[in-house]
């Protein structure tokens, strides 16, 4: 069982890789393969919109941009589930994640559906606030709508919560490994 963990923030000691981190600890403590993919360590350029707009991912379900998006796609197709984490920037995820999903979007649903019917889990880490994490978690859930994919989970971590959630990130990682080997009880 591999379960990918794609995380963005630019702090590698911040309340979003300590969520990404109890998280993965579930995983392992599960006995999942676990595929750490910290997205502002990459090279993720955003989508050009190339051609008429359409581009040629809808053609070929190839982005026409040459750095790392292609390799993090492969290793999300390689992956039973998928966990995204994103830092709440401006009620929103962050920039580097909202580039990832615009093209992975654009090759996902006008093409290759490579990823469709993956059940996902889906973490929004605030450290101001607060405010933003249920519209940064429907954004990025809006881009998994779009792609087949499903958020089996959404979760909020903000500075006033983070005492009791981060330990339960960590059976939560263990809980969705056994909903990945034995099957979901969800309709949608
Ligand atoms: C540009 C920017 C916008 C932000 N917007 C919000 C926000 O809308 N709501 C909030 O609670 N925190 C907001 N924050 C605070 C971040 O969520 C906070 O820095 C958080 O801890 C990010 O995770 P990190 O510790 O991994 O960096 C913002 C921070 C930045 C840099």
Same mark, same amino acid.
């Given at each position: 069982?591999?379960?990918?963990?794609?995380?963005?923030?630019?702090?590698?000691?911040?309340?979003?890789?300590?969520?990404?981190?109890?998280?993965?600890?579930?995983?392992?403590?599960?006995?999942?393969e676990?595929?750490?993919?910290h997205?502002n360590?990459t090279?993720m350029?955003? *989508?050009?919109?190339?051609g008429?707009?359409? &581009?040629?991912? /809808?053609? =070929?379900? #190839? !982005?026409?941009?040459?750095?790392?998006? %292609?390799?993090?796609?492969?290793?999300?197709?390689?992956?039973?589930?998928?966990?995204?984490?994103?830092?709440?920037?401006?009620?929103?995820?962050?920039?580097?994640?909202?580039a990832?999903?615009?093209?992975?979007?654009?090759?996902?649903?006008?093409?290759?559906?490579?990823?469709?019917?993956?059940? *996902?889990?889906?973490?929004?880490?605030?450290? &101001?606030?607060g /405010?933003? =994490?249920? #519209? !940064?978690?429907?954004?990025?859930?809006? %881009?998994?709508?779009?792609?087949?994919?499903?958020?089996?989970?959404?979760?909020?971590v903000?500075?006033?919560n983070?005492?009791?959630?981060?330990?339960?990130?960590?059976?939560?990682?263990?809980?969705?490994?056994?909903?990945?080997?034995?099957?979901?009880d969800?309709?949608?």
């Open positions: 069982m591999k379960v990918a963990v794609v995380w963005s923030s630019p702090n590698v000691d911040g309340l979003t890789n300590r969520g990404a981190k109890q998280f993965m600890n579930g995983l392992v403590k599960a006995g999942a676990v595929d750490e993919i997205l360590r090279r350029n955003h *989508c050009m919109a190339c008429n707009g359409w &581009g040629q991912c /809808r053609e =070929t379900g #190839e !982005c026409a941009l040459k750095d790392d998006f %292609a390799d993090v796609y492969k290793r999300l197709t390689e992956a039973d589930g998928i966990v995204f984490v994103s830092a709440v920037y401006w009620s929103d995820m962050t920039e580097c994640m909202k990832f999903l615009d093209r992975l979007r654009r090759c996902e649903a006008t093409h290759n559906h490579y990823l469709a019917e993956k059940r *996902c889990v889906l973490i929004a880490c605030a450290g &101001g606030t /405010r933003g =994490t249920l #519209e !940064c978690l429907g954004q990025m859930e809006k %881009a998994l709508v779009h792609m087949g994919m499903r958020a089996y989970d959404r979760i909020s903000i500075r006033y983070s005492d009791y959630v981060l330990p339960a990130l960590e059976q939560a990682g263990e809980v969705y490994v056994e909903r990945l080997e034995n099957g979901f969800m309709r949608y």
